[in-house]
Nanobody, 123 residues
Framework: QVQLKESGGGLVQTGGSLRLSCAASERTFRTRVIGWFRQGSGKERKFVAAISWSGAIAYDEEYAKGRFTISRDHAKSTVHLQMNSLKPEDTAVYYC????????????????WGQGTQVTVSS
């Protein structure tokens, strides 16, 4: 069973930064694409970024590109999401998820999900 665990969320002021982490088993880390999604209160879950084992990366062009950076730590079987220049509208629960496919943006193509980590950006 694929298990994912997010960490690194918290409260930050506008313009601040946070680094989220998604820890996975070594097998999952080597065989799956890992993606990050966000879900604001009462809103649908939306794609942020994804990274494959080989380093192929996809970002949501409108939301994440230019502010967020996704990366893999192979030694720790962890995927990070560095978030800079945070805005109040970035406030959401952030989830990591695993998929066997490329770097898809649709949540329905991901078959395993973590519990999520809350990010709150104050104005």
């Amino acid at each position: 069973q694929v298990q994912l665990k997010e960490s690194g969320g918290g409260l930050v002021q506008t313009g601040g930064s946070l680094r989220l982490s998604c820890a996975a088993s070594e097998r999952t880390f080597r065989t799956r694409v890992i993606g990050w999604f966000r879900q604001g209160s009462g809103k649908e879950r939306k794609f942020v970024a994804a990274i494959s084992w080989s380093g192929a990366i996809a970002y949501d062009e409108e939301y994440a590109k230019g502010r967020f950076t996704i990366s893999r730590d192979h030694a720790k079987s962890t995927v990070h999401l560095q978030m800079n220049s945070l805005k109040p509208e970035d406030t959401a629960v952030y989830y990591c998820a695993a998929t066997k496919f490329g770097t898809p943006s649709s949540p329905s193509l991901y078959d395993s999900w973590g519990q999520g980590t809350q990010v709150t950006v104050s104005s």
